[in-house]
């Protein structure tokens, strides 16, 4: 008899399953976006929850569609948190020797110049210094141990 649609506790029971189901649901996407996010491929994660990589596409859509957008700077913050992470090893790889890791530092400093305010694009570029002309070279050195030149050389030069 409770188990009829003229019950009168059918409803709230029917509500509150759909409820669970949404909630479920909800909790299934933001697996699925969590997972993405740290590495995960559509097609691994499908095989995984063993549904098709179109519904856990929808899946992601629908999660990135519910998160709601942080105020800009709280996100600035979070984001400078991770680069200094970020930096902190590199500035360990470096210290350890390992040269590849300058590239990365680089990256994560220009990050952090532009999450700080100091970015290329919103500073003027500075002029190129003016080119120094080059010195003149200096005259050659005289030979000390050398002979003085003949003195006929010097009348012939002199007669010309």
């Not at 590495?39 to 499908?46: H, L, R, T, V």
């Not at 998160?67 to 800009?72: G, M, S």
């Not at 970015?119 to 002979?147: F, G, I, K, M, Y």
Request: net charge positive; aromatic share 4%.
């Amino acid at each position: 008899m409770t188990d009829t649609p003229d019950a009168p506790g059918w409803r709230a029971k029917r509500t509150a399953a759909a409820k669970v189901r949404r909630k479920h649901s909800a909790a299934v996407r933001q697996i699925s976006f969590d997972a993405l996010a740290a590495g995960w491929s559509i097609e691994q994660i499908a095989e995984l929850r063993k549904v098709d990589p179109r519904t856990v596409r929808r899946d992601i859509d629908r999660a990135l569609d519910e998160r709601r957008l942080e105020a800009p700077e709280r996100y600035a913050q979070l984001q400078v948190a991770r680069l200094t992470k970020a930096l902190r090893v590199a500035d360990a790889s470096l210290d350890r020797g390992e040269l590849r890791a300058i590239n990365p530092m680089v990256k994560v400093v220009r990050a952090l110049d532009r999450y700080h305010g100091l970015s290329d694009v919103s500073r003027p570029a500075l002029p190129a210094p003016a080119a120094a002309p080059l010195p003149l070279p200096a005259p050659p050195l005289q030979l000390t141990h050398a002979e003085p030149p003949p003195v006929e050389c010097e009348l012939d030069a002199r007669d010309s």
